[in-house]
């Protein structure tokens, strides 16, 4: 059974920095995309970044470009969002997933959640 589970999250002033951790589990995940969402309050889930599983390989939407970064490490079965110069609008719950995609930027292509990580941003 696969197993996505988050953690990292928290209270952070803007400016400041987190990195979100997500553990994986219950198959091998080659060849899987592995992404990161978040959903602020009244808001559609948002695709922030994704990760080969096998290259390393990135992809960050233009919004998310610049202060935030995805990693893995495939030895320890781990993803990474790193997230500096953090901003009050920042503040959501985010989520990892996984996808048996190449390419993997919209939800409907990931089969696999975590059950996310509350990440505020106060001013």
């Known amino acids: 059974q696969v197993q996505l589970v988050e953690s990292g999250g928290g209270l952070v002033q803007a400016g400041g920095s987190l990195r979100l951790s997500c553990a994986a589990s219950?198959?091998?995940?080659?060849?899987?995309?592995m992404g990161w969402f978040r959903q602020a309050p009244g808001k559609d889930r948002e695709f922030v970044a994704e990760?080969?599983?096998?290259?390393?390989?990135?992809y960050y939407p233009d919004s998310m470009k610049g202060r935030f970064t995805i990693s893995r490490d495939n030895a320890r079965n781990l993803m990474y969002l790193q997230m500096n110069s953090l901003k009050p609008e920042d503040t959501a719950v985010y989520y990892c997933?996984?996808?048996?995609?190449?390419?993997?930027?919209?939800?409907?292509?990931?089969?696999?959640w975590g059950q996310g990580t509350q990440v505020t941003v106060s001013s």
């Open positions: 219950g198959r091998v995940f080659d060849g899987y995309t």
């Open positions: 997933a996984a996808s048996p995609s190449v390419f993997a930027r919209t939800l409907s292509q990931y089969n696999y």
């Open positions: 990760i080969s599983w096998s290259s390393g390989i990135t």
